[in-house]
Structures are given as structure tokens and as C-alpha cells.
């Protein structure tokens, strides 16, 4: 079993939508959550740490539930240019180990 | 700081050949990572370094994978000898323990024919 699962998609929305992405790990004692986010043939960037309480950035809501062990990611009125693929990230104990998910493709189209 | 810089950004070689990937950290970080990115497997973690030193190579595919960080500002990672099925994009990542930000490099995209 992958430490980090996502669910590939493609998710396919228009101008507008709200769509959600969930994603589980597997270490129950991993310390750390983030998105980030990653354009076609382009590098991954942060998009925002994941906290217990979760939290809102603008559109973007992250939520984390420990007892589950998966957080999620709800995004707003989308807009064009959040067509992407969206990495769930976990960080474990022990160290900095940094495991990425295979990512979330989100197409937003008008 | 110009970021991570890694190179080259694209590198096409034969089956049997070396291939060595560069990076260079953002000064000041103290962690190092080596990640390979496929349509099939997503971005899989190889190694990571803290402080030029190897904490974890569990992710390295087999022994034709090495890397190295003789110092705080550089680090390689050879393939040898390469093979078709280690086309992919490999980047490399560095961070710091006060900075949960991990910064990527705009990658290396190896071709292996």
C-alpha cells in the first residue's frame, strides 16, 4: 500500500464550481500535511500546510482528520487557472522525509 | 537566491550509459531531496540528505542509483548504467527545519533510448 493515496481523477468543472479533493496516508504517527500544486511540465510549488484545526486561504480550504487519516482539499469558485494536479503531501516523524501522492489532475473549463 | 538550480534541464542518452544529474540547494538549507516524477508512479522520493549527510536511500531503485553531497552546495545523482525505464523527470527539492516549505528545481527530464 502507497503511504500517500490520491485519487488521480481527472476532475472535469466549470467556471465557478467547488470541488473537493481527499487523500489518505498511512503512517498514523506522520506530523506534518501540505497541498502543493503543480503545472503541466513545471516544478511542484506549495499551496498551502494543512493544520488540525484546518484553514482557509482565500478559495482554498484544507482540512485534516487524524482519526481517518486523510485531509482534504476544497476549492471555491473555480477559476480557469487552477487547472492543475494537485499533490497531497505528508511529512513523517523522525525526520524531514517528505512523501508526495501521486497527484489530482482538476480541469476548470468555461 | 535564484532557487534550486539543477541541470541539466534536459538530457537524452543511449541504454548502458552515465548519466549525472546536478543540483545545487538554496544556500542556507540543510536538507536535500532527490525525487523522480512518471505518469505511471508520480513523484517518488530517492533520497534525502540533512547536513550533506544521507538520512534515508530507501527509495533508490537499485544499485545502478547513487547520489552524493560532497558539500552544502551541490549534490549529484548517477545513473549508471541507465536504462529506458529510468525516463523521467527527476528534481531535486531543499529545505530547512524552521521552513516547512520544501523548494523544487525546475527538474531534469532524462531520456533514456
Known amino acids: 500500500r502507497k503511504e500517500v493515496e490520491q485519487d488521480p481523477g481527472p476532475f472535469n468543472v466549470p467556471e465557478g464550481a467547488t470541488v473537493a479533493f481527499n487523500c489518505t496516508y498511512s503512517?498514523?504517527?506522520?506530523?506534518?500535511f501540505f497541498w502543493y500544486r503543480q503545472d503541466c511540465r513545471k516544478e511542484p510549488k506549495l499551496l498551502m500546510s494543512?493544520?488540525?484545526s484546518g484553514n482557509e486561504d482565500g478559495r482554498f480550504t484544507a482540512q485534516l482528520n487524524r482519526a481517518s487519516q486523510y485531509i482534504s482539499l476544497l476549492i471555491r469558485d473555480s477559476k480557469l487557472s487552477d487547472s492543475a494536479t494537485y499533490l497531497c503531501?505528508?511529512?513523517?516523524?523522525?525526520?524531514?522525509?517528505?512523501?508526495f501522492g501521486a497527484g489530482t489532475r482538476l480541469f476548470v473549463k468555461a | 537566491d535564484a532557487g534550486v538550480i539543477q541541470s541539466p534541464r534536459h538530457e537524452v542518452t543511449e541504454m548502458g550509459q552515465e548519466v549525472t544529474l546536478r543540483c545545487k540547494p538554496i544556500?542556507?538549507?540543510?536538507?536535500l531531496f532527490w525525487y523522480r516524477q512518471t505518469m505511471m508512479r508520480g513523484l517518488e522520493l530517492l533520497i534525502y540528505?540533512?547536513?550533506?549527510?544521507?538520512?534515508?536511500d530507501s527509495g533508490m531503485p537499485e544499485d545502478r542509483f547513487s547520489a552524493k553531497m560532497p558539500n552544502a552546495s551541490f549534490s549529484t545523482l548517477k545513473i549508471q548504467p541507465s536504462e529506458p525505464r529510468d525516463s523521467a523527470v527527476y528534481f531535486c527539492?531543499?529545505?530547512?527545519?524552521?521552513?516547512?516549505?520544501?523548494?523544487f528545481g525546475q527538474g531534469t527530464r532524462l531520456t533514456v533510448v
Open positions: 527539492a531543499s529545505g530547512d527545519r524552521l521552513n516547512t516549505e520544501a523548494f
Open positions: 503512517n498514523s504517527a506522520s506530523q506534518s
Open positions: 540528505f540533512n547536513n550533506n549527510v544521507p538520512i534515508d
Open positions: 544556500s542556507g538549507h540543510d536538507y
Open positions: 503531501v505528508v511529512k513523517n516523524t523522525g525526520g524531514f522525509k517528505t512523501i
Open positions: 494543512v493544520y488540525s
